[in-house]
């Protein structure tokens, strides 16, 4: 009799811990840093987690941008974790994250010296080392995305020009044969 009462119990429990939903967990705490550094890359990213996690993601775009850290301090402390020469390691090593909101207040480019913070966030479907409040100290202030605007123009200058010397010289040779 007393077997019969706790067996459904323990399936009910067992239930219970098997049927909960698990959502993305957020990244343990880590510390705030300010970094001066060079901006040795940069590249426009789309990260596809549509569908994913619970509720369902949307596509992520950024920028990952790769830098040659110079220097580093605590910022804001917060974790087990420090601003030293590890922290630098990983963060050159894995890139890091500037979304197109944070670009969009101080676009940067390859070859600037630049001022700002960092952190290591995201969750399960997301993570890494995040760029914001950043600070140009040298370099130009030209956003790349400009030079893909002058190369565009090439694209058509040049073929032009080759049509308007290809009818200059058909006429040319017509009046000759004539």
């Keep these: 009799m007393r077997n019969k009462i ?4 323990f399936i009910l429990i067992a239930i219970g811990f098997v049927g909960q939903v698990v959502y993305a967990a957020p990244a343990a705490p880590s510390p705030t840093c300010e970094i001066t550094a060079t901006i040795s890359g940069l590249e426009k990213t789309r990260t596809n987690m549509e569908g994913l996690g619970r509720p369902p993601r949307e596509n992520f775009d950024y920028y990952k941008v790769n830098l040659d850290i110079l220097d580093i301090s605590t910022y804001k402390q917060e974790g087990g974790r420090s601003c030293d020469n590890s ?7 894995s890139g890091q994250k500037l979304s ?15 001022k700002a913070k960092i952190n290591f966030g ?26 893909d605007i002058e190369l565009s123009y090439w694209y058509y200058v040049i073929p032009v020009i080759i049509i308007l010397l290809v009818i200059i010289f058909y006429i040319l040779f017509r009046k000759r044969k004539q």
């Design 122 to 147: 995201g969750d399960e479907w997301f993570s890494g080392y995040f760029l914001s409040d950043i600070q140009i100290l040298e370099g130009t202030t030209i956003p790349q995305d400009t030079e």
């Design 87 to 93: 922290y630098i390691e990983h963060a050159e090593q």
């Design 6 to 9: 706790i067996i459904p119990i």
């Design 100 to 114: 197109l909101t944070e670009y969009n207040k101080n676009p940067i480019s390859t070859g600037q010296k630049i």
